[in-house]
């Protein structure tokens, strides 16, 4: 079964930064694309960041030149550095992960709270 696990997410002033990291075990098989998602109060799921496999990586337009999405060292790890961090990006940030023949998986999300 595979599983997900965020961590990093936190309390930080305005303008500051956090760096979240996801990490995905219980198979041998490679990501096919990892990504973000975040869910403000009160709103529903919106999609943030994406890396694909090959390497190729996008983003929203709301944290497009603040946030990099990156392949850790370890397999099926990714990063989300997030500088200049405003009080909208308050949220909990979801990992989540697709790979062949296996399907979608999500973790259970961590919680971000920028403070004006």
């Known amino acids: 079964q595979v599983q997900l696990v965020e961590s990093g997410g936190g309390l930080v002033q305005s303008g500051g930064s956090l760096r979240l990291s996801c990490a995905a075990s219980g198979t041998i098989f490679s990501f096919n694309a990892m990504g973000w998602y975040r869910q403000a109060p009160g709103k529903g799921r919106d999609w943030v960041a994406l890396l694909t496999h090959s390497g190729r990586t996008n983003y929203t337009n709301s944290v497009r030149g603040r946030f990099t999405i990156s392949r850790g060292n370890a397999k099926n790890t990714v990063y989300l550095q997030m500088n200049s961090l405003n009080t909208e990006d308050t949220a909990v940030y979801y990992c989540?992960?697709?790979?062949?023949?296996?399907?979608?998986?999500w973790g259970q999300g961590t919680q971000v709270t920028v403070s004006s």
């Open positions: 989540t992960a697709r790979f062949a023949g296996l399907g979608d998986y």
